[in-house]
């Protein structure tokens, strides 16, 4: 057992880091006006990655804020999704990890409700890029070091509470502000390359000695 260890996962920092973005231009891209709050998903657009949660936490949220929610990846199920929130719900398929890095600086939050995940990479992706994510206890609760630093975790799956919690974030810009820089300062993940280095490199060389 001591020769067993748990491997990290790190992220590729020359392209999910907090950065300039051209917001005009992607707001136009994408069809969102200026005074839009902008949740953002990605993964496999399917049921069991919480799409239709997403969807009906759009629909609650739609009635109180001007609202869009991006949905990125492989779509199975964005049809549904749509009819569930309205056309509001923007599903865009895959795009590339370039992209998505500027959809992670783009948006309000990161809302990624899939319950079933061992260590989902794209949270990780998101924190790196300064986004806050909400997300699911047993899901992307596994990427969440310390609840309401890091990232929001609900323990609920129930689009009222999930709504609730997002309302909460949208109502205190100085909570959502100390989040982001805790992400940044002190919860970032590492890099691919810290990764080698601590789990391989080191290792090896303690081999060879």
């Known amino acids: 057992n001591k020769k067993v260890f748990k491997l990290s996962r790190g992220v590729d920092r020359k392209i999910f880091k907090k950065k300039k973005i051209n917001r005009a231009t992607l707001l136009k891209k994408y069809?969102?006006?200026?005074?839009?709050?902008i949740i953002f998903f990605c993964g496999r657009v399917h049921e069991l990655k919480g799409v239709f949660l997403i969807s009906e936490i759009h629909k609650i949220l739609e009635k109180e804020y001007k609202l869009v929610s991006?949905?990125?990846?492989?779509?199975?199920?964005?049809?549904?999704?749509v009819q569930i929130g309205g056309k509001r719900v923007k599903v865009i398929g895959y795009v590339d990890e370039t992209e998505i890095s500027k959809l992670?600086?783009?948006c309000d939050l990161f809302v990624f409700p899939s319950k079933y995940e061992i260590g989902p990479q794209v949270v990780l992706e998101a924190k790196s890029c300064g986004a806050i994510p909400v997300v699911s206890p047993s899901g992307g609760g596994k990427r969440v070091y310390k609840n309401g630093e890091d990232g929001i975790v609900v323990d609920l799956y129930d689009a009222k509470t999930w709504a609730n919690e997002i309302?909460?974030?949208?109502?205190?810009?100085k909570?959502?502000?100390?989040?982001?820089k805790k992400i940044l300062n002190e919860y970032?993940?590492?890099?691919?390359?810290?990764?080698?280095?601590?789990?391989?490199?080191n290792?090896?060389?303690?081999i060879l000695k």
């Open 70 to 81: 991006i949905l990125a990846g492989q779509n199975l199920h964005g049809r549904k999704c």
């Open 104 to 106: 992670y600086n783009l």
């Open 188 to 201: 970032k993940p590492p890099s691919w390359k810290e990764i080698f280095d601590k789990y391989f490199l």
């Open 175 to 180: 909570q959502t502000d100390y989040m982001r």
């Open 167 to 173: 309302k909460k974030l949208f109502k205190n810009k």
């Open 203 to 206: 290792e090896w060389v303690k």
């Open 31 to 37: 069809g969102i006006s200026k005074n839009e709050k």
